[in-house]
C-alpha cells in the first residue's frame, strides 16, 4: 500500500505562486508515476501534471506555468505553481501508480490518492 499526504499554503493573490507538496510512504519502488490532478466545483477532475522516469507531462492549461519535480531521497513530489490564475481555483490531489501510464493525465490511470488540498486564488 501507499499513502500520499498533500500540503503547502492553499491561498494566492492572481499572479502569485505557491507550491504543493506530496509525501509518499508505504512501498514505493521505482518505476513509479507521480500525478496532479484538481476538480473545481462543479466540474470533472481534471489531470495537471504527470512525472515518470524524469518525464513530465502537462496540461495545456498550466503548461508554462507550472512545474512537477520529485526529490527521490524524501519521496515527495511538488507541484510549483507560477502566474496563478483565478480559474486554478480547485481542489488538488497528489495520486500516484507503479509503472508507466497509457494516459498519465488520466485519473483512471492511478491506484492511489491523497486527500486533497484547496487552492484558492482571488482576482
Same mark, same amino acid.
Given at each position: 500500500?501507499?499513502?500520499?499526504?498533500?500540503?503547502?499554503? *492553499?491561498?494566492?493573490?492572481?499572479?502569485?505562486?505557491?507550491?504543493?507538496?506530496?509525501?509518499?510512504?508505504?512501498?514505493?519502488?521505482?518505476?513509479?508515476?507521480?500525478?496532479?490532478?484538481?476538480?473545481?466545483? *462543479?466540474?470533472?477532475?481534471? *489531470?495537471?501534471?504527470?512525472?515518470?522516469?524524469?518525464?513530465?507531462?502537462?496540461?495545456?492549461?498550466?503548461?508554462?506555468?507550472?512545474?512537477?519535480?520529485?526529490?527521490?531521497?524524501?519521496?515527495?513530489?511538488?507541484?510549483?505553481?507560477?502566474?496563478?490564475?483565478?480559474?486554478?481555483?480547485?481542489?488538488?490531489?497528489?495520486?500516484?501508480?507503479? *509503472?508507466?501510464?497509457?494516459?498519465?493525465?488520466?485519473?483512471?490511470?492511478?491506484?492511489?490518492?491523497?486527500?486533497?488540498?484547496?487552492?484558492?486564488?482571488?482576482?
Amino acid at each position: 500500500q501507499v499513502q500520499l499526504v498533500e500540503s503547502g499554503r *492553499g491561498l494566492a493573490q492572481s499572479g502569485g505562486s505557491l507550491t504543493l507538496s506530496c509525501v509518499a510512504s508505504g512501498f514505493i519502488s521505482d518505476p513509479f508515476t507521480f500525478g496532479w490532478f484538481r476538480q473545481a466545483p *462543479g466540474k470533472e477532475r481534471e *489531470g495537471v501534471a504527470s512525472l515518470n522516469d524524469g518525464i513530465t507531462i502537462y496540461a495545456d492549461s498550466v503548461n508554462g506555468r507550472f512545474t512537477m519535480s520529485r526529490d527521490y531521497a524524501e519521496n515527495t513530489v511538488y507541484l510549483q505553481m507560477n502566474n496563478l490564475e483565478p480559474e486554478d481555483t480547485a481542489v488538488y490531489y497528489c495520486a500516484a501508480r507503479w *509503472g508507466k501510464a497509457a494516459l498519465p493525465l488520466s485519473q483512471d490511470e492511478y491506484d492511489y490518492w491523497g486527500q486533497g488540498i484547496q487552492v484558492t486564488v482571488s482576482s
